[in-house]
Every structure is written in C-alpha cells, then in structure tokens.
C-alpha cells in the first residue's frame, strides 16, 4: 500500500488486488462512523524499527 501526505489529505493507493479489497473494507467501515458520529482513536505508539502496525480503536 503505498500511503502519501499532501498537507492534510491522507491518500492510500492499493498496489495489489488483495489491498484493493482491504481498502475498501476499510472505506466502507469509516463512512459507517461518520454516519454514526464514530471516530478513529489512536491506540499504543507506532514506532518504525520497533513496532511496526498502528493500531486504531472506532469510539
């Protein structure tokens, strides 16, 4: 999954078939939460070389 910043825009471009089908799971599950007043909260520290998966709770 390639993941780029441009200011505050998060752009996620799938490189594979299966992301593609991952992404949209996820795209599916965030519009649910804002239909619901849902939001994502991070959880832990994401730290590159020690931890490497950031971790999301929906409140």
Do not use: H
Request: aromatic share 6%.
């Amino acid at each position: 999954m390639k993941i780029e910043l441009e200011g505050s825009l998060l752009k996620m471009i799938p490189e594979n078939d299966r992301e593609k089908t991952e992404l949209n799971q996820m795209w599916t599950l965030i519009i649910g939460c804002v239909s619901e007043g849902k939001k994502l909260v991070p959880v832990g520290q994401y730290l590159p070389g020690v931890k490497e998966e950031a971790v999301f709770n929906i409140e």
